[in-house]
């Protein structure tokens, strides 16, 4: 099974509301990756989790929220969203986060919009 | 992260090969390079990575440039279903932590 999972696959939030982005993989993969993607524009890696640990932030506002519960499960904690934070929000999983050579699994990604 | 520059755009008949090509001359010893593609309305997918030596799989062959500062994906024959943009990317390990820094990719249209 090379499935990455990702739920809800729509979600429309107004800027007060908290709402939660879920990602799932049973691959035995010990590396999962946040990245957003507006229309049009390739992906931009958001957070690196390596072994449940978050291990990059490429400066990412606060309002945006990640959380590894255990090695299958990363979510994205959404808070105070702005209207340009709408995105295509797409979850990946590798076996391993610092060897160059593993190749990373993704999800078909949560279409965000924030009204 | 070193560089890659593709092509904006390609276009390709339906069951003749294509060439998609990637210039990376800032490509350091230990960066792998990665091909990626995303069809409409879909993640990412990994499609086929190499270091020096030229690259088949069951999708694609990679061909690398001797002195590894371009590379090629090769369809063998292309269907409708691999229109799609594709993306080269050079991944480092290490403390990159695996980071995938996408380019703009080549957008890929198959014609019937």
């Known amino acids: 099974d090379t499935e990455v999972t990702q739920t809800p696959k729509h979600l429309v939030m107004g800027m007060t509301n908290k709402k939660s982005l879920k990602c799932e993989q049973h691959?035995?993969?010990?590396?999962m990756y946040w990245y957003k993607q507006k229309a049009k524009k390739p992906p931009e890696l958001m957070f690196v989790?390596?072994?449940?640990?978050?291990?990059i932030n490429e400066s990412v506002p606060s309002r945006f929220s990640p959380e590894c519960p255990n090695s299958s499960l990363l979510n994205l904690h959404l808070h105070a969203l702005q209207p340009e934070d709408s995105a295509l929000y797409l979850c990946?999983?590798?076996?391993?986060?610092?060897?160059?050579?593993?190749?990373?699994?993704f999800g078909p990604g949560t279409r965000l919009t924030v009204t | 992260d070193a560089k890659t520059t593709q092509p904006n755009s390609m276009e390709s008949n339906e069951e003749e090969p294509v060439h998609l090509p990637c210039n990376h001359s800032?490509?350091?010893?230990?960066?792998?390079i990665h091909w990626y593609r995303q069809l409409p309305s879909q993640g990412p997918e990994y499609v086929i990575h190499?270091?020096?030596s030229n690259v088949n799989n069951r999708m694609a062959s990679l061909a690398i440039a001797e002195d590894r500062k371009s590379s090629t994906l090769i369809l063998h024959r292309a269907t409708l279903r691999d229109a799609a943009v594709y993306y080269c990317?050079?991944?480092?390990?290490?403390?990159?932590?695996?980071?995938?820094?996408f380019g703009q990719g080549t957008i890929l249209t198959v014609h019937p």
């Open positions: 989790y390596s072994y449940e640990k978050l291990s």
């Open positions: 990946a999983s590798s076996q391993e986060s610092g060897v160059s050579s593993y190749e990373q699994y």
């Open positions: 800032t490509i350091s010893g230990t960066d792998y």
């Open positions: 190499g270091l020096t």
């Open positions: 691959m035995g993969h010990r590396a």
């Open positions: 990317i050079l991944r480092r390990g290490g403390t990159s932590y695996g980071k995938l820094t």
